[in-house]
C-alpha cells in the first residue's frame, strides 16, 4: 500500500472533520462546480467521472443535483465512506476502485467531464507522475469535454514556504475541534502531517502524514495542452467562491 493510500485509508472516518459542516460543504461544492459545468455548455445530462472522490464530498451534491455520477477513488476505505453517506443521501453514484494514473484500466467508456478537486493532483511527486495522471484524466474525455481541477495556490505558497498552514477551529456541541497542518519542505515537495484536535467531553489527537509536490499553475497548463487539451482556464476563488484554484480545460477534437 503507498503513502497516498494508507494516508486516506487512515483518515477515511475523519475527514468530515475538516469540515465546519460537511453537509454543507457538499451542496456548496456542488453548486459551484454546476455553475463551471453550465458556463461550459453543459446541462445535468453530462455525464460525470469523479476520479478522486474521497468520501463524496463532490460527487454525491452533484448527484443530487440529477447529474450521473461515476465516482472512484485509490482509498477502499473512502470508497466505502462515500458509499455510505451517498446511499444517507439517497444519491445514485457508481462507485469504482481505480487509480486515476490509469483510468482506462478500470473504464472504458468516455465521460463527458472528469472532475479531481481537493488538491488531489500534486500527490504526484515528480512531473513524469503528474504528466501521467493528467494524460489518463484527459484521455477519459470525449472530445470537447471538460477537465475540472483544483490545487492550492502553490504559486504563492512556494515564495514563501510555510512551515504550516493556519488552523481550522469548529466549535462543536461539547467542545472545539481545531484541524492544522505541519509543512516540512524538501525544494518543491513537502510532507504533510494533519491534526486533529477534538477537544471536548475528553481530549483526543489524529495524526495522518502524507506527501505532496507543489505544482504551479503553468505546470499543469502546458500538461494540459500537451496532453490535448485547448481553452484552459484558471480561475481564482474570488470568481468561483471554492476555496482553491481551480482550472477548467477543454480536451479538443481529434485531427481526421
Not at 443530487?64 to 439517497?90: C, F, N, W
Not at 475541534?177 to 519542505?185: C, D, I, K, L, P
Not at 481530549?203 to 505544482?215: D, G, N
Not at 494540459?224 to 487539451?229: F, M, N, T, V
Request: net charge negative.
Amino acid at each position: 500500500m503507498n503513502i497516498v493510500q494508507n494516508f486516506y485509508d487512515n483518515m477515511a472516518e475523519q475527514y468530515d472533520k475538516l469540515y465546519e459542516n460537511w453537509d454543507a460543504a457538499v451542496q456548496e461544492h456542488a453548486q459551484i462546480l454546476h455553475r463551471i459545468f453550465r458556463d461550459a455548455g453543459f446541462d445535468r445530462s453530462a455525464q460525470i467521472l469523479d476520479c478522486a472522490c474521497g468520501i463524496g464530498t463532490q460527487a454525491i451534491g452533484l448527484a443530487a443535483l440529477g447529474y450521473p455520477v461515476t465516482a472512484s477513488d485509490i482509498s477502499d476505505a473512502e470508497l466505502a465512506e462515500a458509499q455510505m453517506r451517498a446511499a444517507k443521501h439517497r444519491a445514485e453514484i457508481r462507485f469504482a476502485h481505480a487509480d486515476f494514473c490509469a483510468l482506462s484500466d478500470v473504464f472504458r467508456e468516455p465521460f463527458d467531464i472528469v472532475i479531481v478537486m481537493d488538491n488531489a493532483l500534486p500527490h504526484m511527486l515528480t512531473a513524469e507522475a503528474l504528466k501521467t495522471a493528467v494524460g489518463s484524466m484527459v484521455g477519459q474525455l470525449r472530445e470537447n469535454g471538460i477537465f475540472v481541477a483544483s490545487i492550492r495556490d502553490y504559486d504563492s505558497i512556494l515564495r514563501e514556504q510555510p512551515p504550516y498552514s493556519p488552523p481550522y477551529i469548529h466549535q462543536t456541541a461539547a467542545g472545539q475541534r481545531v484541524a492544522f497542518q505541519t509543512w516540512h519542505w524538501e525544494q518543491e515537495c513537502y510532507r504533510l502531517v494533519q491534526y486533529i484536535i477534538e477537544d471536548e467531553e475528553s481530549l483526543r489527537i489524529s495524526k495522518f502524514e502524507c506527501a505532496y509536490r507543489a505544482v504551479r499553475r503553468s505546470e499543469l497548463t502546458g500538461l494540459l495542452h500537451e496532453c490535448g487539451c485547448r481553452e484552459v482556464v484558471w480561475k481564482m476563488p474570488e470568481e468561483t467562491g471554492f476555496y482553491q484554484p481551480v482550472v477548467i480545460a477543454r480536451k479538443a477534437p481529434e485531427c481526421s
